[in-house]
């Protein structure tokens, strides 16, 4: 299930590291929201957006926190993706002005097209990126090559690595 074909190379994130870079993704995006009051509300694309989203809340000190559910993968196998749950109508208004749009990564940018389809003035922020889907998001931190798959730590747990010279 968690073999990565057909990607050809693993980006294992911690904990420590995804904190870090959420951390200097919301220093980026202070400032940048509108000038009568800034962001009006962080919106997470969930799952994945959730803990990016929260600590990009705690750090602009944004204390309207809203959902929206794409479903776009099962597991690496990519799927149209669909919208399962939507934000409260009243955060977003008319197409999502001084909303933030919080997400881990974009891929191929089929998850932020649909919800820029839905939210065309909202601010889409991402901790990663890859190239084919850069053009969808407004500001991210970190690129990574079109192969890479990222691995979150919230999808991993330790494990026992054989040593190096015991190994067949
Ligand atoms: O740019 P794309 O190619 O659309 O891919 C990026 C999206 O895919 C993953 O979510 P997924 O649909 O796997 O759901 P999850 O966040 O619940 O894991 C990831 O968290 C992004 O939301
Ligand atoms: O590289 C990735 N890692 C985790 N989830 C993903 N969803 C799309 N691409 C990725
Ligand atoms: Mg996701």
Redesign the pocket.
């Known amino acids: 299930m968690t073999d990565r074909l057909p990607?050809e190379k693993g980006f294992h994130v911690s904990w420590d590291q995804i904190h870090r870079d959420a951390r200097a993704l919301a220093w980026r995006l202070d400032g940048k929201g509108p000038d009568d009051g800034g962001w009006r509300a962080v919106v997470a694309i969930t799952r994945?957006g959730m803990a990016p989203a929260m600590i990009v809340s705690r750090e602009l000190d944004i204390r309207v926190v809203d959902t929206i559910s794409v479903k776009?993968?099962n597991h690496q196998a990519q799927t149209q993706p669909r919208v399962i749950k939507a934000p409260q109508a009243d955060i977003m208004g008319d197409q999502g002005e001084g909303v933030l749009v919080v997400d881990d990564?974009v891929?191929t940018g089929k998850t932020l097209e649909l919800v820029r389809k839905l939210y065309p003035k909202a601010h889409f922020a991402t901790v990663y990126a890859?190239p084919e889907g850069r053009g969808m998001v407004d500001t991210y931190i970190t690129e990574v090559s079109q192969d890479?798959?990222?691995?979150?730590p919230w999808?991993m747990a330790l494990q026992y690595v054989e040593p190096y010279r015991g190994r067949d």
Do not use: A, Q, R, V
């Open positions: 990607h994945g776009s993968y990564l891929d890859k890479t798959w990222i691995f979150f999808d």
